[in-house]
């Protein structure tokens, strides 16, 4: 049975769920710097191990949405924090390029396992049609609050530990996720008639359907901008913003260097996103979801296009993060609740789990470029400028959404 009112004990354990797994995850691009100066690899080295842990994630991201529909949610959650445990543990001893890549899809399975489509499919179970996409954003808002410490907390330990020993920590602490697993007691499903339908008859019936093609194509960009921008923007901060002012505001609060700088700006980024998220998820109660998500692509379209034509400097890295960041995870309620709304919510999970496959895929493209192209050209202008493409594209392609809700084959 669905809670009439917001902050049910599902909705409080999905969250801590998730602040726990994106605080580890939103840390990755800290690590770009050390492990690559360590080993004397270039950085797409490493940013092809991120690459491939973005990959992973998208690809697991269906097949545990499945698992927790047709096993429970709490074992999905359980396996997706031990391979999450086990992929940093034995990342710890990898001394090549090729274990790091190899070790990173064990860790983008067990994001997938502790992530939204899990997660957001339960919270969703949970809530009321009129509290839904509150409930979506809140939970969505609590990956960005541990993004707000995560890549902080990783500078921070870095500073006393070597890596390795950093990913032992994070190991650990993913595991605490699990003593939320109580709270998350699975709520009634679906109706009767949702649950006679079968999963591949719903989903067969989702990919016959174009708008649920477009919704896929317009995540596309959201992961690319997400990857690239948590891979890559500390270090891309460290090397082309403007010096500190050692006299100035920010070194009175302790930002001295660009490192700081590009660390604290992811933070700020999901401290930022924690404010949007919530009220893209209100605004999705009252107003069309297909163009607010038009509307979060072209703000970013317009932020990001902005923000590389100006000089970067410690003021424009904190402006734009703070623009960025109340449209960072701005689109996932939204998306998420556009499938449940259109498909129903017995196979929400898998359903938001594809169309985050396509997240994952601009997420592969986005970390991977990234280095990729920083060692073609030493800077990131182009793959920058690819991102403020893409980020139209989205914009676009929602716009022809059928909101809509489909109950009979198309």
Known sequence: MTQTRILTPVLIGGAFILMIGFSIRASFGVFQIPIASEFGWPRAEFSLAIAIQNLAWGIGQPIFGALAERFGDRKAIIAGALLYALGLVLSSFAITPLQHQLLEVLVGFGIAGTGFGVILAVVGRASSDENRSLSLGIATAAGSAGQVFGAPLAAALLAYFPWQSVFVIFAALILCALFALPLLRAPSLASRSALEESMGSVVGRAFRDPSFLLIFLGFFSCGYQLG?????FPAMVTEMCGAIDPTGLLAGLGISSTTALGAISISVIGLANIAGTI??????KRFSKKYLLAGIYAARTVV????IILPITPATVLIFSVA???LWLATVPLTSGLVAHIYGLRYMGTLYGFVFLSHQIGSFLGVWLGGKLYDIYGDYTAVWWIGVAIGAFS????????????????
Request: net charge positive; proline share 6%.
């Open 324 to 326: 960025m960041g109340a």
């Open 395 to 410: 914009a676009i392609v929602h716009l022809p959404v059928r909101e809509n809700r489909v109950s009979q084959p198309v």
């Open 304 to 307: 990001a296009a902005a923000f």
């Open 228 to 232: 690239f921008i948590t891979a890559h």
């Open 279 to 284: 009220y893209a998820g209100a605004l999705g």
